[in-house]
């Protein structure tokens, strides 16, 4: 199974600020690398497929990289309702895994 | 616009059984693979299982491999989630899942129902 491991588990940021989260991957998976965004009681919300491209919808402030195991979430400018849990899901193979989550708090 | 509506939770005693099922509207359902994604209390989100388009393809988490069973019945666009010999670790909120693509792999979760509750207690 492709182990999915993001860093750091929180973070506490500022409006404003910009952040950064970290997702690798235990063996390469070439590139199929999506960010969800989750707010308490909420359903997971689509934000990034294919480690960059933007779901329509999305603020251009969100923007995501990387390739091969190693990918990154990238915020600028952070508003007040981007304070969630932000979890990586590869779809290179199956199981489908998630990293554990990186929790943003103000 | 998408809707996907789970149905079906509740509170079971381990060893025990029950269905879920997912209303799916807004999109051509037969089109588009189809998972179930949970989340116990506190924790993170973990794949359960994924079907193909037409539904001859099926994947599941080994948590679940042999106790649940994934179909989908594309003349009602409805998906189901048949879980058997449940335990106590099975307690979590069951989502819904549409992927871009008719493939299990290869594609995000593009759209997610609210969830359904299971609690398997005693």
């Known amino acids: 199974d492709i182990q999915m491991t993001q860093s750091p588990s929180s973070l506490s940021a500022s409006v404003g600020d910009r952040v950064t989260i970290t997702c690798r991957a235990s063996q390469t998976i070439n590139g199929f690398l999506n960010w969800y965004q989750q707010k308490p009681g909420e359903a997971p919300k689509f934000l990034i497929h294919?480690?960059?491209i933007l779901q329509s919808g999305v603020p251009s402030r969100f923007s995501g990289s990387g390739s091969e195991t190693d990918f990154t979430l990238t915020i600028n400018s952070l508003q007040p309702e981007d304070f969630a849990t932000y979890y990586c899901?590869?779809?290179?193979?199956?199981?489908?895994?998630f990293g554990q989550g990186t929790k943003l708090e103000i | 616009e998408v809707q996907l509506v789970e149905s079906g939770g509740g509170v079971v005693q381990p060893g025990g059984s029950l269905r879920l099922s997912c209303a799916a509207s807004g999109f051509t359902f037969s089109y588009f693979a189809m998972s179930w994604v949970r989340q116990a209390p506190g924790k993170g989100l973990e794949w359960v299982s994924g079907i193909g388009g037409s539904g001859g393809d099926t994947s599941y988490a080994d948590s679940v491999q042999g106790r649940f069973t994934i179909s989908r019945d594309n003349s009602k666009d409805t998906l189901y989630l048949e879980m058997n010999s449940l335990r106590a670790e099975d307690t979590a909120v069951y989502y819904c899942?549409?992927?871009?693509?008719?493939?299990?792999?290869?594609?995000?979760?593009?759209?997610w129902g609210q969830g359904t509750l299971v609690t398997v207690s005693s």
């Open positions: 899901q590869q779809s290179y193979n199956t199981p489908l895994t």
């Open positions: 899942a549409s992927h871009q693509i008719t493939l299990i792999r290869g594609g995000p979760f593009d759209d």
């Open positions: 294919a480690a960059s």
